[in-house]
Structure formats: structure tokens, C-alpha cells
């Protein structure tokens, strides 16, 4: 289980988060929500070791890993997809899956066959370049490079973003696939309020760096909920 208690977080003299709590258990979809600009991509970032925290704890398969570095957090099993993919443009498909294998020990690096039933596109594209690829397919090939390290745990910022519906879709099936496996804690970054309800087990609604809202999927009213994420 991730259990982050009472983070803050700063950028210089300016302060991102403000005792923000979460747990996501493995089975389950966290959800974290809210408008731009309110802390969700520094919680991510605090999560995987991206940016430090001023205070607090972050907590993972029961270990206090809140001054790991992210290479140390990925090799205990967590995994990021950001917010904007950041795959390698130059590189093949398979060669962005294979950068991947760094946490893993040798016998562990190949890409498993799950990856390519969840994204079909990415077998068929294995010799093209990232960069070639459209948005929703890079989007596939930045969860399918996740997935790659085995993770116990997957963080994903925003994966709908600029994603045409068709692939939302694929992506909502996979996100609803690897939590029916059991084996995975999953927290999700989301502003579009149906795909994070239709997804969510737990949830936290974030605004100006706090947490505001918090619950699970039944205690989510919508009107509350989205009166945090309108501009």
C-alpha cells in the first residue's frame, strides 16, 4: 500500500502542497482530482522522488521511502507515466519499451506479452519511431513502457489529455484490467469527472495545494466534485 501522510511540498519560497494525505491500496483506483494548477502534478512528483518534500512521509509496501531517489523508488516497484508521455521521439517502439528494463534484473528484461494484448498498435509498431506515432498512441506506448518494470505500483498523470475518445477508452479498459489483476496499486491524475468516476475506488479532490474533498467512489456527488475542477 502507498500511505503519503501530511506532505508539503515547495517550490523556493513558494509552497505547492500542504499536508496532503493519500493511500492507494493495490486492486484499487486512487483518484486524484481538481483543476491546472492546484498541486496534482507535484503530489505525482513527490510520489516518485522527482521533487522533495518540506515535511510528511511517503510510505510503500511499508517502507519510509520519502528521501529515495527515483531510480531507488522505481527498482521497489513504482512506475510514472507523465503528463505529456516523454518518450524518446528518435527511438523505436521498441526501443522506448526496452528503456524500461533499467530497474529490472536480467532475466526480467523482456517486454511481456500482456502489454501487447492491452495495446495491439504497439506490436504492429514496433520498428516506428516515437515520434511518429500520434498523441493517443504515444500515450499507449508511455503506459505500455510503465508497465515494462513490472510495477506494484503505477502512477499516472493525466493519460486522457489531449487523447481522442476511442483511445480514452482503451486506456479506461486497461486502467479497469490491471486493477481486476489485483497485484497493483494504482493512482490516477484525472480532470474529465467521468472517466475518474467510472474509475475511481478512492478519490481526493485538490485545490490550492490542500486536499478539499476525499472519500470513495459512493460518497462522490458530482456537483461538489466538479464545482473543484471548473475554471
Known sequence: MLNVDAISLFYGAAQALRDVSLTAEAGKV?????????????LMRAIIGHQPIR???IEWAGHDMS??????????????????????????????????????????RYVPDEIYDLFPVLKDMLARRGGDLSGGQ?????????????????????????????????????????????????????????FARDLADTFIVMDRGAV???????????????KHMSV
Open 30 to 42: 486512487t483518484c486524484v482530482m481538481g483543476r491546472n494548477g492546484v498541486g496534482k502534478t507535484s
Open 138 to 194: 504515444q500515450q499507449q506506448l508511455a503506459i505500455g513502457r510503465a508497465l515494462v518494470t513490472r510495477p506494484g505500483l503505477l502512477v499516472l498523470d493525466e493519460p486522457t489529455e489531449g487523447i481522442q475518445p476511442s483511445v480514452i477508452k482503451d486506456i479506461g479498459r486497461a486502467i479497469d484490467y490491471l486493477r481486476s489483476k489485483g497485484s497493483m496499486a494504482i493512482v490516477l491524475v484525472e480532470q474529465y469527472f467521468e
Open 55 to 57: 515535511s510528511g512521509k
Open 67 to 108: 528521501g529515495l531517489p527515483p531510480h531507488a523508488r522505481a527498482a521497489r516497484g513504482v512506475a510514472y507515466v507523465p503528463q505529456g508521455r516523454e518518450i524518446f521521439p528518435l527511438l523505436s517502439v521498441r526501443e522506448n519499451l526496452e528503456t524500461g528494463f533499467a530497474p529490472l534484473a536480467r532475466p526480467d
Open 212 to 226: 478539499v474533498m476525499a472519500g470513495d467512489r459512493t460518497s462522490m456527488v458530482e456537483k461538489d466534485v466538479r
